[in-house]
């Protein structure tokens, strides 16, 4: 199963319903069932963090649920002042260039820990526990 490992709060938005995009640097071409992975690295501490952090329960290390990553965005111009417009504007960093990761169907699953790894990554089996 594919993992994509997310900051906190974010992981935990995604898991909760509030964020359905996820911003990334890079595009991917990977479409299909994924699993949230809260990061065991911390957000930078500005004060949006801050309050985002107090609408959830962080659980760092764990593997929170599961979504469809259903399309990635290219984010120009128009697409940023379309998002601005919503809440989830508050979740992501929309820069011109970047890009916006849809993600639908979220499933909250029984959480379990797992080392991280950079971009998308491979659960291994072992690591792996019952849902």
């Known amino acids: 199963m594919k993992v994509l490992s997310i900051k906190e709060p974010f992981a935990s938005l995604i898991k909760d319903g509030k964020k359905k995009i996820e911003t990334r640097s890079w595009k991917t071409n990977y479409r299909g069932e994924i699993y949230i992975h809260a990061s065991l690295t911390k957000q930078k501490l500005d004060e949006r963090i801050k ?26 111009e128009d697409y940023i ?36 790894k950079l971009g998308i990554w491979n659960l291994e089996k072992e690591g792996k526990q019952d849902e």
């Open 51 to 76: 309050i985002l952090n107090e609408m959830i329960e962080p659980k760092p290390g764990y593997v929170l649920c599961k979504a469809n990553l259903v399309d990635c965005i290219y984010m120009d």
């Open 81 to 116: 002042n379309e998002i601005k417009k919503t809440e989830e504007y508050l979740y992501g960093h929309y820069e011109v260039g970047r890009y916006a990761w849809v993600l639908k169907d979220v499933v909250i699953i029984n959480p379990f820990l797992v080392k991280g």
